[in-house]
């Protein structure tokens, strides 16, 4: 069974200061992982993925993720944090499968990430 | 880009009453889903669906909930006889290949009074 731990529910960071959100998953096969965002009263955006290829993902404003296998573990991080970053980020991971695979997505329970000026 | 698209994005429906969520999945994508939301908690999967048929469905997903894609454009959840514990937000999901995430549209907010 597959499953993700967020580290801190809250995450509080000043402006401009480095933004790191802690992700670590299980699972009996290779994953693939994901970082959504959800701003409020908004639906999940994609933010980045992982599927084997680069280890250090690159995802849109400015994030970007570090699969290490070793340490089961998929953190964001933002080198400088923007007002508009708040909102609440959730780590996900998804089986591989074939092709007729549905692999459902299992969500982290979430971050509530906030900007102090 | 292509959206996935959810509508209503609000619905108020009474206890006991039946519910039909829809959705329009991104056009050329084959897989379809849905999770709901339960306020202040995690995204939860609720099922899958694949080649006209559900492919794989959590414990939530119970008799009371039915899922279809009747014209090849729609992709619908109905739950039959809602419950309060059914307030959520639901999310349709929809991807095409095995390498590609899911899409997410923005949800309908589910409020039973």
């Known amino acids: 069974a597959q499953s993700v731990t967020q580290l801190g529910s809250h995450v509080s960071v000043s402006e401009g200061a480095l933004v790191l959100l802690r992700c670590n998953y299980s699972s009996s096969v290779p994953p693939y992982l994901f970082w959504y965002v959800q701003y409020p009263n908004q639906g999940l955006q994609l933010l980045l993925k992982?599927?084997?290829?680069?280890?250090l993902v690159k995802g849109i404003n400015g994030f970007e993720a570090e699969f290490k296998k070793s340490e089961t573990s998929f953190h964001l991080t933002k080198p400088s944090a923007h007002m508009s970053d708040a909102a609440e980020y959730f780590c996900?991971?998804?089986?591989?499968?074939?092709?007729?695979?549905?692999?459902?997505?299992?969500f982290g329970s979430g971050t509530r990430l906030s900007i102090r000026p | 880009e292509p959206e996935v698209t959810q509508t209503p994005s609000h619905q108020v429906t009474q206890m006991g009453q039946e519910v039909i969520l829809r959705c329009v999945p991104i056009s050329n994508h084959l897989y379809f889903y849905w999770y709901r939301q339960i306020l202040g908690q995690k995204v939860e999967f609720l099922v899958s669906?694949?080649?006209?048929?559900?492919?794989?469905k959590s414990e939530i997903f119970d008799d009371q909930f039915s899922v279809e894609r009747p014209d090849g454009s729609n992709f619908t959840l109905k739950i039959r006889s809602t419950k309060l514990e059914d307030s959520a937000m639901y999310f349709c999901a929809s991807r095409n290949g095995q390498n590609q995430p899911q899409h997410f549209g923005d949800g309908t907010r589910l409020s039973i009074l």
């Open positions: 669906f694949y080649n006209n048929e559900i492919s794989e």
């Open positions: 992982y599927t084997s290829a680069a280890t």
């Open positions: 996900a991971v998804s089986e591989r499968g074939g092709y007729s695979s549905a692999s459902k997505i299992i």
